[in-house]
């Protein structure tokens, strides 16, 4: 635990101004950010006698190793730049709201050409005009259908689109009037972006207008005796008002507004919104949050607006937020809402009618949304933290394991060996900080020998990183360059079911900047997949290193015993333990991201084709000689002349490509295997492989007994 008293600036130094403030760890990681009326009066207020201050407060100061700050010109711009600080260095002491699920929004897609009517989740898109967020996104397809008989606006994907363009037919919503068919040029794309406006405008609450136009047409219609078509008209009404019916109105005078509710104890904080457009509630959503610094009820309130507000323009911010509490000061929060909406904006208290009845409506909401989290966070955090002790009593270790890293090596047959690096803080997982590596300092299968290499690169970074914070003076041996194989980042579009995404990049070095570290953070456990000789590497790895701080365990899979460094005989948890669950499910994850990764490279390695081999050789300029010739077949017998007018092949290029495939042997033949006929001896006209993808019993691990099959 640091004194503040180490890291106090020094009287005089500190501007009496506006700015924000940052306050780092040992690690220079930013844990706090805050904004100031008066840097000096703020930061004073931190460095007093420590039974002064508040729980929170005091453990941050103990916490903190140093403090800097940034001067602004208005309390304007500090409240920006607190924003923008929390976003990108995501203190661990500032309060952060999360959304209890991720709100569907009615999305139209108005920067398309023929916009589209969608369910959309997520970051919001330039050019894309929201409604919502609606409870569900059945609630957003009811209303969607109902509008579409008076609104026929494309709701087809792409790839119907084009399909439908090409063989000149339109999809069924088209043939059954819920669809104008611009893709068969039944509209111009005028007249379909025009339909895409005028549902935007019914849907953000001017909606007199077209139920007033569609009755005088219904009118009419009868009076000339077109009673088909009145009837028509009649029918669409009905499905207006019945999709009005879906938002009740709220409040009689066509408010837009939002309504912000917050619902605390002294450990957390629910808030609530409402959205009402035009009178009615067009959207609900929820936040809870831990109260990780001392905060007021305003300032939940002013950390709300920047949540909902941060990334809102125009419109999207709207005339009035009504709130339990003021931020204090109010002017600063109220300026900037104005500044990103363009024009004025209200912040207040409701006092009165129907504001104030809707405001207690929301408030019960928040109550109700704390009462429920609490409820189902009680048991995971009480088996959470039976795990985490049952497992620091089973190793002996001094306190739980709040961060546990764990390892597992994968391959096929001893070929493209990998290993993988997945971290659990507080007993959840923290994908954001898994990694992969590559095995590249031999060839071949060597369980014991791969996990010593892997963990031996994982915290020589460690070391490095120490060494660049002043943390490491031992003179330690942190020069060797670590390989340059491992992998890191975040794990690119993964899901929630573990769907693999893209590749992850190399990983590099940035600088001491506050930003999340790549190895900078060591964990008080390390697990590895495997038993006793696993172990003993991983172990070994440390000590030649020098770190003896860290714990290390092995989990073998056979009778999930638990094995540490220098014992004879495994550690057995009960089956029913909760700590020996959790290391399962740490162990499972690793295997998961392994096996994950070995599969993405052997795909990659059979994909592959000769002009992979072409150095300086890119995606692009392949697909255009691909494109050019049709095939690898008809490249590989071009001269280098007409390789040459390939657009973007220079001379030299083409002879290196030239070069590359003659010596390249040309592909086998392939054989029908049903009727043994050889089949056209031409090469695939994109990049191919000589054999096709083989097909293997997945294994559980670097630890299984059956060798030659994936691990």
């Known amino acids: 635990m640091a004194d503040p008293s180490s890291y106090r600036p020094k009287p005089g130094q500190i501007p009496d101004t506006p700015g924000v403030y940052k306050f780092r760890d040992e690690h220079r990681r930013v844990i706090y950010v805050g904004k100031a009326k008066s840097l000096r009066q703020r930061l004073a207020s931190y460095f007093q006698d420590l039974a002064n201050l508040h729980p929170r407060t005091r453990t941050m100061v103990t916490t903190a190793a140093s403090v800097e700050w940034t001067v602004v ?5 500090a409240l920006q730049l607190e924003y923008s600080w929390i976003k990108e260095y995501d203190p661990r002491f500032n309060v952060k709201y999360r959304d209890d699920k991720s709100y569907p929004y009615l999305a139209v897609t108005m920067n398309e050409e023929f916009p589209r009517v969608q369910v959309m989740r997520g970051h919001k898109k330039k050019g894309v005009r929201y409604f919502g967020p609606y409870g569900h996104a059945w609630a957003i397809r009811d209303t969607v259908d109902l509008l579409l008989r008076v609104f026929p606006v494309r709701t087809c994907s792409a790839g119907v689109f084009k399909n439908a363009a090409r063989t000149g037919r339109p999809c069924l919503l088209g043939y059954i009037g819920k669809c104008s068919a611009p893709c068969v040029g039944r509209v111009s794309p005028e007249e379909h972006r025009e339909l895409a406006e005028e549902f935007c405008d019914f849907m953000a609450g001017r909606t007199g207008t077209y139920i007033r136009r569609q009755e005088q047409q219904m009118a009419e219609a009868a009076e000339e005796m077109e009673y088909e078509r009145a009837a028509r008209l009649r029918d669409d009404i009905e499905a207006l008002k019945k999709a009005m019916e879906k938002s009740a109105v709220v409040l009689a005078d066509a408010t837009d507004a939002d309504l912000i509710a917050v619902a ?38 002013e950390h709300a607006t920047q949540q909902l507000y941060g990334e809102e323009t125009g419109d999207s911010v709207p005339k009035e937020v009504l709130v339990p509490a003021l931020p204090d000061p109010v002017e600063p929060v109220q300026e900037w809402l104005t500044a990103r909406r363009g024009s004025n904006v209200s912040l207040r208290i409701p006092q009165r009618g129907d504001k104030k009845a809707l405001m207690e409506t929301v408030q019960r909401n928040a109550l109700q949304a704390l009462a429920l989290h609490k409820t189902k966070r009680a048991s995971d955090l009480t088996t959470r933290s039976r795990a985490l ?46 990694r992969r590596f ?17 963990i031996t690169r994982r915290f020589r970074r460690y070391l490095v990183e120490k060494e660049k914070t002043g943390e490491w003076t031992d003179g330690a041996d942190t020069s060797a360059e670590a390989p340059s194989s491992v992998a890191a980042g975040p794990e690119p579009g993964t899901e929630a079911d573990g769907t693999p995404g893209g590749e992850v990049p190399e ?41 003896d701080d860290i714990a290390v365990c092995g989990l073998a899979k056979r009778l999930e015993e638990v094995w540490l460094p220098d014992d004879d005989d495994p550690v057995v948890l009960p089956r029913s333990s909760e700590g020996l669950y959790l290391l399962q499910r740490v162990r499972d994850e690793a295997h998961r991201f392994a096996i994950t990764y070995q599969r993405a490279k052997r795909a990659k390695r059979f994909r592959s084709g000769p002009l992979d081999d072409v150095p300086g050789l890119g995606e692009s300029r392949k697909q255009a000689l691909i494109k050019h010739f049709g095939s690898v077949k008809k490249l590989r017998s071009a ?8 657009p973007g092949i220079g001379r030299k ?47 559980a691990g670097a630890s299984d007994e059956r060798r030659g099959q994936e691990t």
């Not at 010109?73 to 711009?77: F, R």
């Not at 008080?524 to 997949?529: A, F, H, K, R």
Request: hydrophobic share 40%.
């Open 438 to 454: 590559q095995i590249k300092g031999f060839a071949g299968q060597d369980d014991v020998r791969s996990m010593h290499e892997v």
């Open 73 to 77: 010109s208005t309390e304007v711009e």
């Open 264 to 301: 605390e104890d002294e450990l957390e904080a629910a808030v609530q919104i409402f959205h009402v457009r035009g009178g009615r509630v067009r959207g609900q959503r929820g936040w809870v949050t831990d109260k990780v610094e001392a905060v007021t009820t305003g300032d939940l309130v």
């Open 507 to 547: 990983i590099t070095f940035t600088e001491d900047d506050g930003r999340p570290k790549r190895f900078a953070y060591p964990p008080q456990l390390v697990v590895v997949d495997g038993g006793r000789p696993q172990v003993a590497a991983a172990k070994r790895a440390l000590d030649e290193l020098g770190i």
């Open 639 to 646: 001269t280098i002349d007409q390789i040459c007018e390939v």
């Open 653 to 699: 290029t083409a002879e290196t490509i030239a070069v590359a495939l003659a010596q390249a042997a040309p592909a086998a033949p392939a054989v029908n295997t049903a009727t043994g006929e050889i089949m056209e001896d031409d090469e695939d006209a994109a990049p191919a492989t000589t054999a096709g993808p083989v097909e293997e019993p997945v294994t």
């Open 389 to 434: 002790e049952e497992i620091a009593e089973a190793l002996d270790l001094d306190s739980a394991p709040l961060r546990i890293e764990c390892y597992d090596i994968s391959h096929l047959q001893g070929d493209d060996v990998v290993a993988s690096m997945v971290v659990f803080e507080d007993g959840l997982q923290r994908k954001s900080e898994y």
